[in-house]
């Protein structure tokens, strides 16, 4: 059976106003269902990447999603089907309260109080958050910070889940929580990280990128098995695939 | 520090709509504010109706005079300035007046936490520039003073020398740096609500709701308060 498309990026460039070109010809598609990890060094263009799949950049080339190319006069609806969790939830939580800051999207979305309020309501609850409600975000630890960033987006109902850097700064119980929690979700999910390990934990495909192109796409395991690929482009094999290796050996 | 000096303490006025607990601020200092030059009884009876609203509160002492702390000082120097610039009789009606006006600024804080406050604000149609730009600060008043405190404790483990002149001016370079990546940050988190819809609207959620306790407890203070000046005039 053909999976349908959620994401497809078709030679997509982009140049930041500086002049710095951070996308040089992007083309790849996400199938719908699937969970796909971006790696690459710093300043590969992977969060450059992730804030075109919603239209908050807008490179030359295009970028569809679920067939429908992303234009000015569709960002709403787009912005409804992608949702994007930042690197830092101090960016993402400006609301004062918990509760506020996650019924922030789907009031957005125009549904009324109350369906706002389930909404958030049920997205806390998915993310193992209802007690922090009413909390305001600076009083959560940075791992709940976290875990209400990813409830702001569910609370919208998105079909694409786009994450920058999820496992970034967490101690590893809170990495943990975090890791099996996005991986229970049911949602398409492209996911921007240097922690090889949770992108093969998470994904089962892989986009290589370096300075703005695409190097390797292709299966998790297969990629970051390749040690000369990983050496060239500023990566090392990730720990648990050294010790299968070694095992192997 | 003491956690409960933190949190507001629980009591029914909690449950009351912030709204509410904001009226019945504003119609106590316009009360306080309106008492002529030794009205001592009118003063007496409003420390009394204060004194009834702050028991009603459930706040204690120590938590009282923890809010109270920072305002004093600024209470006693505008006191001294009148004391010095005019009579007696002046200098006991500012200092009545302020320390009423500051007691009920405590109520008000001790019964309503800011983000209803701001929820009041915006009901009670205050321009919705200002209960933005006031809900943001209150987001980020603490995510800066954290920045600002790592940045401090990276320059002093790079200038450990004791601090002198010279130390202002890369004071000023840090508080620029500062700027800087508040300015950054302004833009990532408008990035983030661009994201979720926002199409420049600022739609947020109404948790509170008038009830019979609210109008109630309302018409009562206001009667209170009729009936002491009118009485005292």
């Known amino acids: ?249 | 520090m003491n956690l409960y000096l933190l949190q507001h303490p629980q009591s029914w006025l909690s449950n009351l709509d912030s709204r509410t607990k904001l009226a019945v601020f504003f119609v106590y200092v316009l009360a306080v504010l309106s008492t002529k030059p030794g009205a001592y009884l009118a003063w007496l009876s409003l420390t009394g109706l204060l004194l009834v609203l702050l028991a009603l509160a459930r706040l204690q002492i120590r938590w009282i005079v923890f809010r109270l702390a920072p305002v004093l000082p600024f209470v006693a120097l505008g006191a001294f300035g009148v004391l010095l610039g005019g009579s007696k009789e002046m200098f006991l009606q500012v200092t009545v007046k302020m320390l009423l006006c500051v007691g009920a600024a405590v109520w008000l804080s001790g019964t309503t936490p800011f983000t209803q406050l701001l929820e009041a604000f915006r009901k009670l149609k205050v321009p919705p520039l200002l209960t933005v730009m006031l809900s943001f600060m209150f987001r980020y008043l603490f995510v800066l003073a954290e920045e600002a405190v790592r940045m401090s404790r990276a320059y002093q483990s790079r200038c450990p020398r004791r601090q002198t002149l010279k130390d202002a001016e890369n004071i000023g370079r840090l508080a620029g740096a500062l700027m800087l990546r508040t300015y950054n940050r302004a833009e990532r988190i408008y990035l983030a609500m661009l994201s979720r819809g926002f199409t420049g609207e600022f739609r947020t959620l109404s948790v509170q709701k008038l009830t019979f306790a609210d109008i109630a407890f309302l018409a009562f203070f206001v009667g209170s308060v009729t009936v002491i000046l009118v009485a005292t005039h």
């Open chain 1, 1 to 249: 059976m053909r999976v349908r498309e959620a994401i497809r990026v078709e030679n997509l460039h982009y140049r930041y106003p500086d002049g710095t070109y951070a996308l040089k010809g992007v083309s790849f598609c996400v199938g719908e269902g699937e969970s796909v990890a971006i790696v690459g060094p710093n300043g590969a263009g992977k969060t450059t990447l992730l804030l075109h799949f919603n239209g908050i950049l807008r490179g030359s080339g295009k970028v569809f999603v679920f067939g429908e190319e992303v234009t000015s006069r569709n960002l709403l609806a787009v912005r409804k089907l992608v949702g994007l969790v930042f690197q830092d939830p101090d960016d993402q939580l400006f609301m004062p309260t918990v509760l506020e800051d996650v019924a922030f999207g789907p009031l957005n979305l125009g549904l009324s109080q109350e369906e706002a309020v389930k909404r958030a309501i049920n997205a806390l609850e998915m993310v193992g958050m209802s007690y922090a409600a009413n909390k305001s975000p600076h009083q959560l630890s940075f791992g709940e910070r976290k875990r209400v960033a990813i409830a702001t987006v569910l609370a919208m109902e998105p079909k694409v889940l786009v994450l920058d850097e999820p496992t970034a700064n967490l101690d590893p119980r809170s990495r943990r929580q975090l890791l099996s929690l996005l991986r229970r979700l049911e949602v398409t999910k492209i996911v921007a990280t240097h922690d090889l390990d949770a992108a093969l934990f998470l994904c089962d495909k892989a986009i290589l990128m370096d300075d703005g192109q695409i190097v390797a796409i292709g299966e998790t395991r297969e990629i970051f098995s390749d040690e000369a690929l990983m050496e060239a482009h500023g990566l090392e094999v990730p720990p648990s695939i050294l010790a299968l290796q070694s095992r192997s050996d």
